[in-house]
């Protein structure tokens, strides 16, 4: 068995090749420098634990990984066209580089690159994990459309804000470990379980995430947090001070939304920490991992066979950036 | 058997249901809206026909259908966005009716609707089915993107635009007809005389398409032609135009293409037809035809199993729109 760290490992030295032909060059070249700078590469890697949780790692485990990392890949090419983000990880998006039409072909081009990984996988698995795989990639989509929908909205309740987070981001986390699973050979029953701890895992990580955008140390978090808070993004965190803060801490809190003063980050910051949003971000982080690992403990395998994902689990909660 | 008219009723009829579910609506409705405004369904009926060809329909070459034409409005309303077009078959384009961010996502979670009927074939065909589907979808993208390098380049040659067009329009109605025939179990030996057919045709098809847009009836076309020649865009006709054209003529074109004057398409046209242009394109495209049927009797079926597919590619030929 390998270890989370060795399968990133294992899963980045596989990945770090060409992805397209050659030609065309000027939809091609594109493709390869959004794939070529970097990125965690967590799903890849969770098809990997998925399928090592009930067996030795098949090749077809790794087609499944490409898949998703190219799929995944898309998305934040679209996504970053749809947000007029200029920069992700650092460096400059594909629209920016290339322009909104070939960025729009490099996200088409990359989700059917995903498809050729998924069609390479044997016969016998193949129409499952295509079904998985589809229904995944809809949601996935209807997260991103709920979440353009939500940024028009004054308002937004809790409930729907995870029902969004669970289509945008969950559902592909849960549906990575249980395709890889599937490959493993795993009963229908443990794949609902680790579909579950996969789900409940997602929706602790983007609160990790919106807690990181808040309160991360910008030493360790590799920007100035607050970029939540300057675009006025319904967060967990928004979401909650909204929630429980009195008539006055709303004003203020709507008031600044609407500007762009040069203190908005620090002054909605001070109301986060007088809402006491910070200490409920990390219990309801806390709520969402246990009842994961309740899901965890369902699963009818031998106890240590799950190290590798307990380890993916506490390296996703407890990283800073 | 089926004659070619009476496939394409019954695609319509069958395709004639919501593709998407209901909600969220916001994305869905618009994709809903688009597949609603008509088209010709050439390409799913080319799947039906391509199964007819060598047995009974089988309910899979339905699905096949239903993916092929959810893949090709996927491509219809991307190329929408980034010809910055308003109109498509007369109505409000997506792009324009409801945000670029709405039609993007619009054209994402088409083509995914389109793997999810890919899905339902039986697990014996899948397999290669998806194999094509993938190359095709990934050529039509490589297509797409010489189409818009072509538009920033003075001159293109026609070995060059032929290899575009068969990118962006031939490989899907040659794909088409082949995965359906691979649904009626056809030889491998069959499948690429079929191929080859498919492709001549969709290069015959488009020298229609660029014909008719310059020397169409109005009247029957239903539009006014010279859409192309107002936009400049590299057809057949201009770049045969370009090839044979006097040192005059040449100038005439390159400086008419710069500007906007109201009689450009008049004078365009009186030069194309100095040049011949119009009796060039008849037999260019007769050449392709002919290409076309050879490879078409060269397929081991029974010659009535053919008429169908014949009375299809009349169609396409003489069409006026």
Redesign the interface.
Known sequence: MYSFQELSEKFNKEFDHPHFPE??N??YAPGEYFLNIGGKRIRPVMCLLGNELFSDIHTDAYQLANAVELFHNFTLV?DD??DAASLRRGKTTVHIKYG???A??V???M???A??Y??KIQ?TH??KI??IF??T??EV??G???D??FEKMEKVSLDAYIEMITLKTSVLLAASLVMGAIIGGASENNCKQLYEFGKKIGIAYQIQDDYLDAFGDAALFGKEPGGDIKQNKKTFLLIHALEVANEQQKVDLYELMKSETPDKVEKVLAIFKACKVDAWAEELKAKYMNEAFAHLENIAVVEKRKQPIIDLAHYLMNRTK
């Open positions: 030609s065309p000027t939809l679209h066209m749809m909104d039409n070939t729009l072909l996200g088409d081009v989700m059917i690159r498809y050729e998924i069609q016969p193949l129409s295509l079904q589809n229904s990639a809809k989509c209807e991103q459309q709920l353009m929908d």
